[in-house]
């Protein structure tokens, strides 16, 4: 059953990363679905950009391309309908077979590809395709790989002219053609580059990585601006045009230029600008408790409109994709605004799930907001100095590594206790398996998924609760030999054999999900407090992290000495109540995770909040958590029961 219940924490951890990296909207779809999604927007692109050349006044100029067009449309229909289900999907298809009736009645150009352009921005929307980089492209990279993969076709400016062009049919695209890339988004350029385009000689560059290919696609779209153009495109910028549409790099790479601004107008200057320089585009990102307020307003404008479920995902997102991304920062300069704040935010959630009047969740966003201003102003409104930095940095590691320290400690002092260092390896194996998941998560939540909120919650959420339904077990396991007549007949039983299999794999299990839970914590904060600190932080970032670790060694290396010098019943004793508190924090804490997700709902009530104990004044949570002690206390019983027969 435990070894069970381990497998079930790594596959509960990847389902975690498939919802981040697939949709956090109705379907989660899988791999081979997300396949299908991007192929329907790469066709819809095609459609949109090629049937205007093609089609004409009603006339057919060439009938082999028309064929394509009815293909991709005919196509298009099949797809979706073999996708999850979502509620737009039944209108979604109408769309697509109004497109395919209005391609077979040779429609004007610009009619199919404005269908054609809504019906591939629904798509993206209503199965949450991840169309945007996470970070800004390396335009010098795409030049590189340009001249290594593209230069022999396109040519070495992208004119359609390389040594290989002659001959090709249909020829290599010219990136200059300002008709016909007025109408190629970046999305879709990263999207040939990514699945190529059959019956031609564009292959799918697949051996390259995301990053490459959106660095590829940038940097074909780039090649058509003259400096002029880019020059004027930059005073814009500055000047703070454009800003409203390009807040994210995603209205950038989405969408169409033509329809993002008429040609040789100044906002068309700034996408051309923003294209060549995606960096400035993350530079002027908003701060996140910025985003915290937006999404507030945003909230409470939908409750107005009768929009409780809107207003009630908005809410979530004011906290998880803004505020959370600096509360580790203000905690520790100001713990109990950091709490007033949450409490707050948690209150509005709840007043929008009880469906109180208008004007009171407007009041409460109003309350809200007041206190984003006090913690604006707490932290500097800008970036954090480098005290702040510094103290931030060792606190969020101390704090985060000290409950995996604790578990970590008492397990290995009971198994050199004991004598059975048999154990030992599965204990290493599962610390270690957290350590180098910890360090794939990194990598994945920097290049490649951007983990939402809802899914890091989620998988916290799951995490400690596997957790702490582990150290129950261990826990319940150690107090059975607290006593000496036990520990005696323990000594007999397993003279000669190894820890059972349950219990060694029940020890790597809480291994591995002490860490990890702790780990996948400390990657989100110092991704946040990194941003927050700048360039000029970050020395201090690292010496707080290096200060941390140093501490959370010898925390750890005082713990274990001592623990392995107590007399061996009171030892069991201290290491059982210790894992059974720990289960207690990690219960709460867990259904806090999934209430801030939205996953479970948030009913306050009026008692204390001490989030280091897993203590928050929600009915869930405290409910949860009275059973996990009556569970603890039933198994103390139970101990004793049998310690006495």
Not at 124 to 129: I, N, P, S, T, V
Request: with cysteine; net charge negative; glycine share 10%.
């Amino acid at each position: 059953m435990m070894y069970r219940a381990l497998r079930l924490s790594i596959v509960a951890w990847w389902l975690c990363v498939m919802l981040a990296s697939g949709s956090h909207g109705p379907a989660f779809a899988a791999p081979a679905d997300q396949e299908k999604a991007q192929t329907i927007v790469h066709m819809l692109d095609y459609v949109g950009v090629d049937y205007p050349e093609f089609v004409q006044d009603g006339q057919v100029l060439n009938a082999e391309e028309y064929q394509e067009q009815l293909e991709f449309a005919t196509q298009v229909i099949a797809l979706l309908g073999q996708l999850p289900a979502v509620p737009q999907q039944a209108a979604l298809l109408e769309q697509a077979k109004s497109l395919l009736a209005r391609i077979e009645a040779k429609a004007p150009g610009g009619e199919v590809s404005t269908l054609a352009t809504a019906l591939r921005n629904g798509v993206m929307q209503a199965w949450r395709l991840s169309v945007a980089p996470r970070q800004a492209p390396d335009l010098a990279q795409g030049a590189r790989l340009f001249a290594e993969h593209c230069a022999a076709c396109h040519g070495a400016q992208g004119r359609g002219d390389g040594q290989l062009a002659k001959g090709m049919e249909p020829p290599p695209s010219n990136f200059h053609d300002a008709a016909r890339m007025q109408q190629r988004s970046l999305y879709g350029l990263y999207n040939t580059i990514t699945l190529g385009v059959d019956g031609t000689s564009m292959r799918a560059f697949t051996e390259l990585s995301e990053a490459e290919r959106w660095a590829l696609a940038f940097y074909a779209a780039s090649l058509r601006a003259d400096s002029e153009t880019i020059a004027r495109g930059e005073a814009a910028w500055k000047r703070g045009e454009g800003r409203a549409v390009f807040n994210s790099l995603r209205p950038l790479v989405t969408g169409v230029p033509a329809e993002l601004a008429p040609a040789g107008s100044e906002l068309d200057a700034v996408r051309a600008y923003l294209t060549q320089q995606p960096q400035a585009v993350q530079a002027a990102a908003p701060a996140p408790m910025d985003i915290s307020r937006t999404k507030l307003d945003e909230a409470a404008q939908a409750y107005t409109r009768g929009d409780r479920e809107g207003a009630r995902r908005l809410a979530i997102a004011a906290y998880l994709e803004g505020f959370e991304l600096v509360e580790a920062a203000l905690d520790n300069v100001d713990a109990s605004l950091r709490a007033e704040i949450e409490r707050e935010m948690m209150a509005l959630r709840s007043a929008i799930g009880e469906g109180q009047p208008a004007a009171a969740v407007t009041a409460q966003v109003e309350k809200i907001n007041a206190l984003l201003d006090r913690a604006d102003a707490t932290l500097g409104g800008g970036s954090l100095s480098a005290t702040t930095a510094f103290v931030s940095s060792l606190l969020i590691l101390l704090r985060e590594g000290l409950e995996a320290i604790l578990v970590l400690s008492a397990i290995v002092a009971f198994v050199v206790k004991t004598g059975r260092r048999d154990a030992l390896p599965y204990i290493h194996a599962g610390w270690i398996g957290a350590v180098v998941l910890g360090a794939i998560t990194w990598a994945v939540a920097r290049t490649m998924l951007g983990i939402s909120g809802a899914d890091r919650e989620l998988t916290e959420g799951i995490t400690a609760l596997l957790a702490a339904a582990m150290l129950l077990y261990v826990g319940w396991w150690l107090h059975r030999r607290s006593n000496a007549h036990a520990w005696n007949r323990f000594i007999r039983e397993q003279v000669d054999a190894a820890l059972g299999k349950r219990t060694l794999w029940a020890m790597a299990g809480v291994s591995f999900l002490a860490v990890y839970r702790e780990l996948f914590e400390v990657i989100l904060f110092y991704e946040s407090l990194w941003a927050q600190a700048g360039s000029g932080g970050h020395g201090a970032v690292l010496g707080g992290m290096a200060a941390g670790a140093l501490l959370l060694v010898l925390i750890g290396g005082a713990i274990l000495r001592y623990s392995v010098r107590l007399p061996i019943g009171p030892f069991f004793a201290v290491t059982s109540g210790l894992l059974a508190l720990l289960a207690v924090v990690f219960v709460g804490n867990g259904v806090a995770a999934l209430q801030e997700a939205g996953a479970v709902d948030a009913t306050l009530v009026h008692f204390i909040s001490l989030p280091l104990l897993g203590i928050h004044p929600t009915a869930q949570g405290l409910a949860l958590q009275v059973i996990t002690l009556v569970l603890i206390l039933g198994g103390l019983w139970f101990n004793r029961r049998q310690a006495a027969s």
